[in-house]
Structures are given as structure tokens and as C-alpha cells.
């Protein structure tokens, strides 16, 4: 039976502490729908570009944006790459939202067979990997890490699956979702696809557990900023039958509750100060505006006269409002000024 071994110190307790603080102050905030709409969508843009990066690929966030916002039917591995992982966030969030998602083999396979759909051969997408691995330290190509056995994989999968599902009433979420997430990178069930499953299925396990803040949550652009600690922290150096006994998840748990404050505080950042005060405060007026936007992409004066009485000096002041509190952008001069939604970054 998988049982980990880690010590729960004084920066774990704090980080938790502390996620269980930002997550509180979040969830008691409240924002239009079309702006939440427009975040999350911005979200899964940057965890879809980081969680890729992180693997090698080379497009840039301004690119990966392009091609979501396109999705053009012939397209490279680099940008197939992309689009499956983005799917495969979109549909995870549809499914949390209505309570269908439940930590599982069948789950992790199918992740894997999504994110790798048209980049593996069919039996290498979907299904546990038939063929021994070994990892490589990307700087120097040398052989840093030997995972289980091919007939060791799914007995070790199962074990970790259980250990999760069983312990969720005893051990601390964020701990049991960092404990999975490296033990599934040293499990290392697949030929390739092994770093988006893992922080996939982390997300959903997260999620699953109450942590899902908004739909806006994206650890994996903590990891991308150094992918060195990352690769140096989540893995192990050695022969796994050699080290059974002696993984320590400490560190790992250390480095995975700050990845998650970090990118809390990221949310906290994002997120406009919208209606805390009567200067914030949108009105329904303010609302017509970027429910348009949100519907048709842009909107120009001549469209907001259009949707009410509004005079034109009070219109510019609407504007100018939403301009201030950085929800929208201005676009074009003159007779062709047109407005859109903010990107966030």
C-alpha cells in the first residue's frame, strides 16, 4: 500500500493557512458574469501556453492565444499540442461545474488520451505505456531517473488512486493533491503526455476538493517561470526501486502550497475592484456595455446609443468608467473608436 512519507513543517502549515485566507477573501468577491466569462477564458489561454511550454513546446503566450481564438483545421504539432490541452481544460471545468468528475484510472487515462490525441499512435494515447522509460536531465541528455517497471505501472497507478480517495477525510486536500501530483510524475504511467495528465488531473483533484477558485486557477504558470526548480523538485534522481523507501515529499509539499499562493495572489491581482465602493460599483448601464462586447466582440458609440437613452456626454463618461476600472480598451481614433474587452495578462 503506497504510503508517503513527509513531514508537515511550519511554511506548510503557513501556506495552507495562508490558500485558505486569499481563497476565502475570492470567493466572497463578486463580479459580472461577462467579465468572469472573459477571465476565464484568458485562464485557460495561460495554463494551456504554460503547462505546453513547460514540455518544450515553443509558441508564445501572444501565439497560443491566436490560434485558441482561431482554431484553424491544419495545423502543426506545436499548435495541436495547444489546441487538445485547452480542450481538454474546457472540458474538465464543464464537467466539475456539473459533478461529474471523480479522481479515477479511467479519468487519467482519458486525459491523457485527449491531450495526446493525433501526436501519439493509438497505442500509446489512452493507454498505460507497454515499453520501459528513462527520464533525461534536459540539460545534459544524461539519465537522471529510472521509473517503475512496465507490470509495476498499473498496480501503482490503482495504489495511488486509492490512497487519494481513501485519505480525503483525513489528510489535508492541498497536501493529498501535491503528494498525487509527484508521485504520479514517478510513476510515470505513459510514454509521453506524463506532465500535462499529471497537472491536469491536479487541477481537477483541486477543483474536486473546493479549490477551483472562479475557474481562473492556473498553477501550472507558477511552474513554467522556472521550470528548473520545478523539474529539480517534483522529480527524483536514481533507480525508483532504489528509492522506495526513501522519497522525502517535504520539499515537494513546500514548493506546491507556495505555487499555489503564488498564483492566488496572481487572481487577487487580476481581478478588478469591481462594486466595493460606490466609485467601482457598475451599474446596469455599465453592464449593458460589456454584455455586448461579450456577445458581438466590440461595441462603438453608436451601438450604446442604440441600447438605451443614454446622451452622449454620459455615454463617454460610461466609458470612461469602465476605461478606469480596466475592464475595457480602447481601440481606433476618432469617428472609428470602438471598444473591447481588456486582455488580461
Excluded at 115 to 125: N, Q, W, Y
Excluded at 153 to 178: C, M, Q, W, Y
Aim: charged share 25%; proline share 5%; aromatic share 10%.
Amino acid at each position: 500500500m503506497f504510503n508517503p512519507h513527509y513531514t508537515i513543517t511550519n511554511q506548510i502549515l503557513a501556506n495552507i493557512k495562508r490558500i485558505a485566507d486569499l481563497i476565502n477573501e475570492l470567493n466572497h468577491r463578486r463580479f459580472p458574469h461577462v467579465v468572469l466569462v472573459e477571465l476565464e477564458k484568458t485562464a485557460r489561454a495561460v495554463s494551456t501556453y504554460a503547462s505546453t511550454s513547460i514540455e518544450g513546446n515553443p509558441l508564445p503566450l501572444t501565439e497560443v492565444k491566436k490560434i485558441l481564438k482561431s482554431k484553424p483545421s491544419h495545423v502543426r504539432e506545436s499548435e495541436k499540442e495547444v489546441l487538445n490541452y485547452n480542450q481538454a481544460l474546457q472540458d474538465l471545468n464543464k464537467k466539475l461545474e456539473e459533478g461529474k468528475v471523480k479522481l479515477s484510472l479511467d479519468l487519467i487515462l482519458k486525459i491523457q488520451k485527449q491531450v495526446t490525441e493525433g501526436l501519439l499512435p493509438p497505442f500509446e494515447s489512452g493507454l498505460l505505456r507497454q515499453k520501459p522509460v528513462v527520464i533525461n536531465d534536459p540539460r545534459t541528455k544524461q539519465v537522471k531517473f529510472l521509473p517503475p517497471d512496465i507490470k509495476d505501472v498499473e498496480p501503482f497507478l490503482k495504489d495511488l488512486i486509492g490512497f487519494v480517495n481513501a485519505s480525503r477525510d483525513k489528510i489535508d486536500p492541498l497536501i493529498l493533491a501535491g503528494i498525487f501530483h509527484k508521485q504520479m510524475v514517478i510513476i510515470h504511467p505513459f510514454t509521453d503526455g506524463n506532465g500535462r495528465t499529471t497537472r491536469l488531473a491536479t487541477k481537477v483533484l483541486l477543483a474536486e476538493m473546493g479549490l477551483n477558485t472562479f475557474n481562473l486557477f492556473s498553477f501550472e504558470n507558477y511552474y513554467n517561470r522556472n521550470v528548473t526548480r520545478y523539474f529539480q523538485t517534483v522529480g527524483e534522481f536514481g533507480n525508483y526501486y532504489d528509492l522506495l523507501d526513501k522519497i522525502d515529499f517535504t520539499p515537494w509539499l513546500e514548493y506546491f502550497t507556495e505555487g499555489i499562493i503564488d498564483e492566488l495572489l496572481r487572481i487577487q491581482k487580476l481581478l478588478p475592484e469591481v462594486g466595493i465602493s460606490p466609485e467601482t460599483k457598475l451599474q446596469t448601464y455599465h453592464l449593458k456595455i460589456l454584455g455586448f462586447i461579450g456577445e458581438k466582440g466590440f461595441i462603438t458609440d453608436s451601438d450604446y446609443a442604440q441600447l438605451g437613452t443614454r446622451a452622449k456626454a454620459t455615454r463617454a463618461l460610461d466609458f470612461q468608467k469602465l476605461l478606469e476600472l480596466g475592464l475595457i480598451e480602447r481601440k481606433g481614433k476618432g469617428k472609428a473608436t470602438y471598444y473591447i474587452l481588456r486582455e488580461k495578462q
